[in-house]
């Protein structure tokens, strides 16, 4: 994005939203392989060699950030094993959207912990990214693909579909309330 031009850190924190985003939608170990096979290419056109502290800062971002957003939602394997032991083992239960909420800030001020941590303490150098050459403008001409956007919009549904019982006291909140998770997906 343009706005990163220039901002070291700033940009830091995108690819650390980038991963957290994937890490909440798809598969961990995907989203890992992903974002440290586009980070790689990143460094290579920024011009960080193997060794350097901001690119190791980085790829531990990465992994750590892909794990926070994983955490999100409850039916990925981790959130929904923690959920059932919790619900097993206190008799109480937790809905999807007090799940979904809470998670969702406490991994987000945990991923802005990490960043400021490596800011502060860490200062890796960040000086070959504070140029407003644009490395990267080839590719912001690059568009959603049809297969892409019905993906999203697909996700969309599923998390519309899981949030609206739990908001909502109409027919459709109540079917998909039946329904629950594997129903709605």
Same mark, same amino acid.
Not at 140 to 146: A, E, G, I, Y
């Given at each position: ?107 987000? +001020?945990?991923? %802005?912990?990490? *960043? $400021?941590?490596?800011?502060? /303490?860490?200062? @890796?150098?960040?000086? &070959?990214?504070? !140029? ?23 996700? +969309?549904?599923? %998390?519309?579909? *899981? $949030?609206?019982?739990?908001? /909502?006291?109409? @027919?459709?909140?109540? &079917?998909?309330? !039946? ?7």
């Amino acid at each position: 994005r343009k706005i990163c031009l220039g901002k070291p850190w700033f940009f830091t924190f995108m690819i650390f939203l980038a991963a957290y985003i994937m890490g909440a939608m798809i598969s961990l170990t995907a989203t890992i392989i992903i974002m440290w096979s586009i980070f790689y290419e990143i460094c290579a056109v920024c011009g960080y060699k193997k060794g350097d502290k901001w690119p190791a800062y980085v790829l531990v971002g990465i992994a750590y950030c892909s794990m926070l957003g994983y955490a999100i939602f409850p039916y990925k394997v981790v959130s929904a094993l923690a959920l059932s032991s919790f619900s097993a083992y206190t008799g109480l239960s937790v809905d999807f959207g007090t799940f979904v909420i809470v998670s969702f800030i406490l991994s987000f +001020l945990a991923m %802005l912990l990490y *960043l $400021l941590t490596g800011k502060i /303490l860490i200062k @890796p150098d960040v000086s &070959l990214l504070q !140029t407003e050459t644009d490395h990267f403008l080839h590719l912001r001409q690059q568009k959603m693909s049809r297969q892409a956007k019905l993906g999203a919009a697909t996700i +969309l549904l599923l %998390l519309i579909m *899981l $949030l609206m019982p739990e908001y /909502l006291s109409n @027919p459709l909140a109540n &079917l998909f309330g !039946t329904l629950k998770i594997t129903g709605s997906i």
